[in-house]
Each structure stands twice: as structure tokens, then as C-alpha cells.
């Protein structure tokens, strides 16, 4: 058995009932067979997979609240720190009902490559709770937060690990985690990014995620013969990411044409009325059907169907395995000529295959995404010097970054005979780099 079956074999053993894990190890593991078969006897003596794939620590956390009517609620928090030879843990805090370890894990580990991919500074890690801050108070979600961060204060800081908004988690939660951490470590300093601007968070990082997807879109499309103007997008996903993906969208002359929330999807023909958008869900914090109410050209559909829409490029932005096997075929056979990932591993392993073999370009999310997680990277720069960058100073570097990231996903994909596949592409760049470091600093 080839030592990359041999330790998938293992990491599916160890980790039967973690099945998102075990769908990102595959992919990852199998995208760099060329990488380990060039020099298998070193990588299998040094057991450089079987350390990759195993976090450097887990911590799971009780964290105890009390509700508006006076009840005790009790959810479990989750900081998996998976690997710091880069750069300090960084990496996202998800809040949401479906969150477990094996999905933190998974997150983890994706954000160790897609750190690498940035070029900046930064290792691998993820948090989250089975909290879900939909339907609370303020108050609530403030007693959530601070007593989520109570526990998670003894484990992270400016040096050692920076959490980060995602699902679930903005500028609100963020706030509250963050006033909790400097009141109980009495330090000002930048362990959280996503901060809000007076108190030390950067210029563009709300918009970083969604604007770095259009960012490598543009040159994904670029360097493939075509052009994002005059695009028809189908987005998926009505937070963060797909706001400001729409947002930018429309600034480089595409038209996104419909958004998606857990309960239904609009498709508003005339082009998503982003500052509608971002009323309903940045403000009043409501259902999509407030989208459709207050937009005539708008159609609101309950449950699933964003991919049925014929379109010519596909952002997923929403959430785990949203695009299926059966919508990747809607797409294809509706003409869409790009997949380019928003959320975290949105597109089954299965459609992404159907994908790729159909000539559709295939951006994954650890390239795509990578924005976000980037920026923050600038906000940590920016802390550290205590002096703050102009939006279009951290706008044109994000820029710059996504172009990069492209180009040496690109690379990687053509040095090992398999131009045009992002997802390998992706996988070897951001595992070489670290790699390196793991081999420099010994069996750690
Ligand atoms: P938000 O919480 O702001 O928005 C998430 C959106 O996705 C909401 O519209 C939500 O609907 C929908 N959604 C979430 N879970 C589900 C589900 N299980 N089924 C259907 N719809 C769902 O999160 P973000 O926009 O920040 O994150 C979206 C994705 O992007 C995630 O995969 C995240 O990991 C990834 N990402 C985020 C980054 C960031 O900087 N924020 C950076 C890189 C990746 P509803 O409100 O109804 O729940
Ligand atoms: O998945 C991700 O990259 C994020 N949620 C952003 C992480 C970060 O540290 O900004």
C-alpha cells in the first residue's frame, strides 16, 4: 500500500464518526500523491502525514449562560490549534447549532493550507460552540460571548492564536469576546481580528472574504481566456461572504442574481439590491422574505434551489457541502463555465469531480477564500505597529494577495502535470510551504 493510502486509511480508522474531517483529509491527501511519491521514504519516516493530519492541540470547553428568563443554558465551546509551523493558530470562531468537533476539525485543517497560501505569517486553527445566536437578545448573546471567552482566554493571545469571525460570528460577537478577553487578561493587544474600527480592527476586513473571491475570479477568468464583466452570478448564501461577493460582483461589471439564507433563496432577476441586502441582514437581522417584500423584481423561493438558476458563474457562500452532485449536473447543463468557492468546502467531493471533468473552472475555497483570513493577517500587522492603513492601502493588498495565490495555485497545478486543476494546485503551495517549516524545526 502506498503511504498515502496507508495513512488515509488510518485517519478514516481514528476518525470514523467525523465524516466533514475525513472529506477534507481525502481531498488534500490525494491532491498530493505527485508531492509525496517524489520523495515517499522521507515523508513516511518522518511520518509528515500522520503529524500533518493530527492537531497540535484540541481544547473543549463547557460554557455556562444565563437566558433572558433566567434559565441556565449550557453549549460546548471547541478551539482546535492545529498547526503553528508558519505562524501563530488563526482561523475563524464558528456559532452554529450544527457545529462538533469533527467540523471544527475540518476547518482547521483546510485553514492550515489556505494560511500557508496567503504568503503571510500564519498556522492553522478554528473554534466554535453549538451556540446559536439566531433568535437571541443582545444581553444573551453578550452572556454567551463572555463566558465562551472566560475559558478561551487561557489559551490564546496576539503571539499565539487569533480567532476570527465566521458563521455566526461578526462585529457583534467579536465586540463582546473581545472586551471579555482584555478585562480578564488586562492586556490591549490584537488577539481577535474582525474588530470593529475604534478599537483597533482594519480598514476592508468586513469586505475582504467576499471582495478576494471576485478578486481571483477576475484573474481565474483572466488567465483562462474570458472576463467577469457582463457575468450572470448565482450566489449562494445571504452573510458575510456573500454580501460583499455580490457587492464587488457588481463593481467589476457582473450581475449576481440571487442569494440564499437556511430558510429559502431569492432570485431577483434585475440584479441583487446589495444595500437591501444588507438592511435586511446586517440591521434588522431578518429572513430574505423582507428582501422579496421591499423588491418588486424579487422572487423568493422557500428551501434550496440557488443552483437551478442558469448562470455563468457559481459562489457558493453559504456553508459544508451545499452543491451537490445533482446541482453541480443543473449547472453544467445550464451553461455555468466557473465554480468559485466563497464558504468553506461547499462543493461534495463528487461534484467537484463532475465539475472539473466538464471543463468547468474550479476555484477551491482555500484559494478563494482566502481573503478574509488574509486581511486579518493585515489587522494584525496593523496592531502590532499601532498605526492604521487607508481602505484602499489594505484593499489593494488583498488584491495583490488573491492575484498571487492564484498564480502559485496555478503553478504548483502545471509543475505537476495537472494545469488547470486549482484544487491540487492549491493543495501542493500551500503544503510546500509548510512542510518546510515542519522539516526545519524538527519532530515537533
Ligand atoms: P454568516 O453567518 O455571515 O452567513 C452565513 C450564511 O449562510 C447565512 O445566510 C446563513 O443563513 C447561511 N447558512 C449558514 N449555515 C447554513 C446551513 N447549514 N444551511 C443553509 N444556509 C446556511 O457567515 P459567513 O458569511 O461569514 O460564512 C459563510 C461561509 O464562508 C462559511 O463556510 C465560512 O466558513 C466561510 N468563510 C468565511 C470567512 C469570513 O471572513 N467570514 C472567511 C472565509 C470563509 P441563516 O442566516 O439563515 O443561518
Ligand atoms: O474561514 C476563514 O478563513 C475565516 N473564517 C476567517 C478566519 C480569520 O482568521 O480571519
Do not use: Q
Given at each position: 500500500m502506498s503511504y498515502v493510502d496507508d495513512v488515509l486509511a488510518r485517519v478514516k480508522a481514528k476518525n470514523a464518526s467525523e465524516p466533514e474531517f475525513l472529506q477534507a483529509v481525502d481531498e488534500v491527501l490525494n491532491s498530493l500523491r505527485p508531492v509525496i511519491e517524489a520523495n515517499e521514504e522521507k515523508f513516511k519516516r518522518d511520518a509528515l502525514l500522520e503529524r500533518i493530519t493530527e492537531p497540535e492541540r484540541q481544547l473543549k470547553f463547557r460554557v455556562p449562560w444565563v437566558d433572558d428568563k433566567g434559565q441556565v443554558q449550557v453549549n460546548t465551546g471547541y478551539r482546535v490549534q492545529f498547526n503553528s509551523a508558519i505562524g501563530p493558530y488563526k482561523g475563524g470562531i464558528r456559532l452554529h447549532p450544527s457545529v462538533n468537533i469533527g467540523i471544527i476539525k475540518f476547518l482547521g485543517f483546510e485553514q492550515v493550507f489556505k494560511n500557508s497560501l496567503t504568503g503571510l505569517p500564519i498556522g492553522g486553527g478554528k473554534g466554535g460552540s453549538d451556540?446559536?445566536?439566531?433568535?437571541?437578545?443582545d444581553r444573551e448573546v453578550m452572556a454567551f460571548c463572555q463566558s465562551f471567552m472566560t475559558e478561551l482566554c487561557k489559551h490564546i493571545g496576539a503571539d499565539t492564536d487569533v480567532p476570527a469571525g465566521d458563521i455566526g460570528t461578526g462585529a457583534r460577537e467579536i465586540g463582546y469576546m473581545y472586551g471579555q478577553y482584555k478585562r480578564i487578561r488586562n492586556v490591549y493587544e490584537g488577539?481577535?481580528?474582525?474588530?470593529g474600527l475604534s478599537y483597533g480592527g482594519s480598514l476592508a476586513r468586513t469586505e475582504a472574504t467576499g471582495y478576494g473571491l471576485l478578486y481571483f475570479t477576475e484573474e481565474m477568468l483572466k488567465c483562462n481566456g474570458s472576463d467577469i464583466k457582463g457575468k450572470i452570478c448565482a450566489v449562494s448564501g445571504a452573510g458575510n461572504v456573500a454580501i460583499y461577493a455580490c457587492e464587488k460582483a457588481i463593481q467589476l461589471g457582473a450581475k449576481p442574481v440571487t442569494v440564499s439564507d437556511s430558510t429559502g433563496w431569492i432570485y431577483d432577476p434585475e440584479g441583487i439590491d446589495v444595500a437591501l441586502l444588507k438592511e435586511v441582514k446586517e440591521v434588522k437581522r431578518a429572513r430574505l422574505t423582507e428582501y422579496a417584500a421591499a423588491r418588486p423584481s424579487a422572487q423568493y423561493h422557500e428551501?434550496?434551489?440557488?443552483?437551478t438558476v442558469k448562470c455563468d458563474v457559481a459562489l457558493p457562500c453559504a456553508t459544508q457541502n451545499e452543491l451537490n452532485l445533482d446541482d453541480a449536473k443543473t449547472l453544467v447543463a445550464n451553461g455555468c463555465k466557473c465554480v468559485a468557492e466563497g464558504?468553506?468546502?461547499?462543493?461534495?467531493l463528487e461534484a467537484t469531480k463532475y465539475l472539473q471533468e466538464n471543463g468547468v473552472l474550479f476555484a477551491p475555497g482555500k484559494a478563494s477564500n482566502a481573503g478574509g483570513v488574509a486581511t486579518s493577517a493585515l489587522e494584525m500587522s496593523q496592531n502590532s505597529e499601532r498605526l492604521s492603513w487607508t481602505f484602499e492601502e489594505v484593499d489593494s493588498k488583498l488584491k495583490n494577495i488573491m492575484v498571487n495565490i492564484f498564480h502559485n495555485a496555478d503553478d504548483a497545478a502545471k509543475r505537476y502535470g495537472v494545469a488547470g486543476d486549482y484544487v491540487a494546485g492549491a493543495n501542493i503551495a500551500g503544503f510546500e510551504k509548510v512542510v518546510d517549516a515542519m522539516n526545519a524545526q524538527g519532530i515537533v
Open positions: 451556540f446559536d445566536p439566531k433568535g437571541k437578545s488577539v481577535l481580528t474582525g474588530k428551501g434550496k434551489g440557488v443552483w464558504a468553506n468546502m461547499p462543493t461534495t
